[in-house]
C-alpha cells in the first residue's frame, strides 16, 4: 500500500467510512477489480481496516480468485516441451 497525495484543493468521499477526504491529506487510491476508472480516494486507516478485516483483496490477491493459482515456472516449461525431443 502506498499513500497518494494530491496537490489540487479536492474534497472526497472515502467509500469505507462514508466521511470526506481532503485531497492533501493522507490516503490511498483504491481500483476495484483493476478498474482505474472505477478508482476511488479512501483513509489510509479506513483502508488498513477493511484490509485487517478481509474485505479488501489486493490485485495479486483479487486475480488468483479470478483465474486460479499460477503454475510454477517449472510447470509451465515442462508444458511447452512436453512430447518434444522423443522422436528417434
Known sequence: MRAAQNLKPSTYTCPF????????????????????????????????????????????????KERGPRRSIGERFRGLFAGKGSGT
Open 17 to 64: 467510512c462514508g466521511k470526506r477526504l481532503a485531497s492533501m491529506s493522507e490516503h490511498v487510491l483504491i481500483a476495484p477489480e483493476d478498474d482505474r476508472s472505477k478508482r476511488r480516494h479512501a483513509h489510509m486507516e479506513c483502508v488498513r481496516k477493511a484490509r485487517a478485516a478481509g474485505t479488501l483483496p489486493t490485485k495479486s490477491e483479487w486475480l488468483e
